[in-house]
Each structure stands twice: as C-alpha cells, then as structure tokens.
C-alpha cells in the first residue's frame, strides 16, 4: 500500500519544520539572526490513466484522467534576510547596519567571512574584533590614550585621544552586500561564507548607494516573530498527527485485508 510511505514523507517533512521552527525560537534573542522557513515540493505522480490520451477509436480525449502523488520533500531552508529592529545599548563598541549589508571579518587563515552582529571588542592590541577575537577589517586599531570612539554614519572610526582636541580618523569599517544574502553559507558564531549562489562579494562603504549606513550604540535584534513562530508550531504539529493518523488507518486496511485472507 501506497499510503503507508506517502504519510512517511509527510511525517519527516514536518519533522524537519519542527526543528526549523525551534531554531528559530532558540535564537530569539541572537543578535542579528535571521529566522528560518522550510519550504517543500511534491514527489513525482503515477499516472494510471492519463489525461488527453483518447478513450475510444473515435478520438474521444479524456480530460482530467487519474494521477497518484507519491508524497513530499523538503527542497530549502530559505533564511528571511529582514532587517530585525534596532535596539539601543549606549556601548560605543555596538554598531548596527541600518539596511543591507555586512561586515568583513578576517578568520585567522586569511578567510574573508561576514556577518551582521555588531558587538564588537576591543583586542589588547586595541584593534576592533568579534566576541571571538577576529579583526573587523580593515584592521582598525584604537590608540592608547583614547578617552572617545565615535564611529558614524558612513562607518569612520574617530578616536578622541587625551591631549588633542580634534579626533584621529583611525580608519572606514568595511561593507558588503550579496546579489542572494539566502545563498550565503552560515557558519555558526553569526558569520556567514559567499558561495554561487550567493553572488560575487560587492565591496562598498556604508552610506553608498546599495548599503545601509551605520548606527553607533545600538545592535540589531534577531527579526524572529514569537507569535508567528508558536502558530507555526502548532500547525506542524497537527500536520505530523494527521500524517500519522494516515499511517495508522492504513495499517487498519492493511490489517482488514490479512484478516479476509
């Protein structure tokens, strides 16, 4: 019977909603994440009668005929690239990018990834870096001394060191965008790879055409929707019981059918 393996597929495709969903609320209060959804297709059709083949010697086409979906499939885990909202947190160090756009982390390797999550840090050496110590490129360092850092809209970082009363350009924080930010590959630890499907890397500068601009002391919150996420939830969860409840009459029939024998 055909029912049995067709439930199946919809019971591991709301499976995997499920644990879709829950990523998405687990990262809910992650900054700059970005919620997820699972998106599926129907498995190919047995055709026991098709349509517009003819019915009699006279040409009489049949106009809708019998075809039998074999189930579902997941094709994609598509990332909502929304912008989440910005929430102020008055540390000189926390930059949210208002619009597109991402920043450029340098790994240790010499790898270029990226990311959105703006709570930077200050190394020993005084060179703004990620929680996890990667430089922010270009490589902008802090001197000593500085009592100030004002980062604007455009992304200059100005140092306002103790004895001079203008402050240092230290250095313009680096952007990109993608044509496809969803073919991005997320690496965890809120960075992200290029891959083609993402598109050639595009290097900008905060406030060009095409990017966002920066705001100093604030961070962008995940754009994951509790409301939305829980009513997803539950319909996931009815789905796979209706699934299941479809294996369950089959193995009824099944069982009907043995016992007449």
Avoid: C, H
Avoid at 169 to 175: K, S
């Amino acid at each position: 019977m055909r029912v049995l393996s067709i439930a199946s597929t919809g019971m591991m495709a709301q499976q995997m909603n499920v644990e879709v969903i829950s990523n998405n609320i687990a990262n809910i209060n992650t900054t700059a994440f970005k919620r997820s959804r699972a998106e599926f297709q129907d498995l190919m059709y047995q055709a026991e009668r098709r349509q517009g083949s003819q019915s009699t010697d006279s040409g009489t086409i049949i106009p809708t005929g019998v075809e039998v979906g074999l189930g579902v499939r997941p094709t994609s885990v598509n990332r909502i690239n929304t912008t989440g909202n910005l929430t102020s947190t008055g540390n000189e160090l926390d930059l949210a990018i208002e619009g597109r756009g991402y920043f450029n982390v340098t790994q240790p390797g010499g790898e270029t990834v990226y990311t959105r999550a703006g709570s930077f840090k200050l190394s020993p050496e005084g060179s703004i870096v990620t929680a996890d110590g990667f430089a922010i490129a270009p490589g902008i360092t802090v001197p000593q001394g500085t009592r100030e850092v004002v980062i604007n809209r455009s992304g200059e970082v100005l140092a306002y060191v103790d004895g001079q009363a203008q402050p240092v350009n230290q250095g313009q924080l680096a952007m990109t965008v993608f044509v496809n930010d969803s073919g991005l590959e997320a690496l965890g630890d809120n960075l992200f790879r290029a891959t083609p499907a993402s598109g050639e890397p595009q290097d900008g500068l905060a406030g060009q055409a095409g990017f966002g601009t920066i705001r100093q002391k604030y961070l962008e919150s995940s754009n994951v929707n509790v409301v939305q996420e829980i009513t997803e939830l539950i319909s996931a969860q009815r789905a796979y019981e209706m699934n299941a409840k479809v294996i369950e009459a089959g193995d009824q029939m099944a069982s009907t059918m043995t016992n007449m024998r």
